[in-house]
């Protein structure tokens, strides 16, 4: 089992452009016109449904600090 440097944010404080992997899972930076990461397929339950994410990171360093509006 690959442990990752990173763990996701909860669940229920990403946008649903962090859960498609439009967004930054980490930063909230539009991916659109970035280098980014695939983290790969991740599964996750919310209210009895199970959802499937596709997070992306930014490839560069994210910015950190939370979400920046
Ligand atoms: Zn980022």
């Keep these: 089992m690959t442990v990752t440097a990173r763990p ?3 669940l229920a404080t990403l ?3 962090q859960r ?3 967004d930054c899972v ?3 930076t539009p991916l659109r016109n ?6 790969g397929m991740r599964r996750r339950t919310e209210h009895g ?4 994410l596709h997070p992306r990171r ?3 360093a ?3 600090g939370g979400a920046g509006e």
């Design 15 to 17: 946008t649903d452009a």
């Design 26 to 28: 980490f930063c909230s």
């Design 58 to 60: 930014c490839a560069a």
């Design 20 to 22: 498609r992997g439009a």
């Design 49 to 52: 449904q199970v959802l499937t």
């Design 8 to 10: 996701l944010p909860p």
């Design 62 to 64: 994210c910015r950190t």
């Design 34 to 39: 970035r280098a980014s990461v695939d983290l």
